[in-house]
């Protein structure tokens, strides 16, 4: 099994940034990729973006520019940089985790997930 803890939600004024961290432990050895989904009120998950073993990204076409995802392997923790925050980004923000990397970067989420972060932008 692996644990997934995310961290570092929050309120924002839009425009603002926010730094959010999962880490994760357990089975880690089995992971190939992670990344970060959302879930606003009344709406369905959506993904946000994804990182490889191999440092390979992909990004939902309505956060590229502005949020970047990124790794570090000592820590076994994964991070996601938002800025130019919108009211839209307001959300619950879930980690997640793939044994594989392809499944993982085509956001077909389904093997492990954290409990989540809220992250509100206030306009």
């Known amino acids: 099994q692996v644990q997934l803890v995310e961290s570092g939600g929050g309120l924002v004024q839009a425009g603002g940034s926010l730094r959010l961290s999962c880490a994760a432990s357990g089975f880690i050895f089995s992971i190939n990729a992670m990344g970060w989904y959302r879930q606003a009120p009344g709406k369905q998950r959506e993904p946000v973006a994804c990182v490889t073993r191999d440092d390979t990204t992909n990004y939902a076409d309505s956060v590229k520019g502005r949020f970047t995802i990124s790794r570090d392997n000592a820590k076994n923790t994964v991070y996601l940089q938002m800025s130019s925050l919108k009211p839209e980004d307001t959300a619950v923000y879930y980690c997640?985790?793939?044994?594989?990397?392809?499944?993982?970067?085509?956001?077909?989420?389904?093997?492990?997930w954290g409990q989540g972060t809220q992250v509100t932008v206030s306009s």
């Open positions: 997640n985790a793939e044994r594989n990397a392809e499944k993982g970067l085509l956001f077909g989420g389904s093997d492990y």
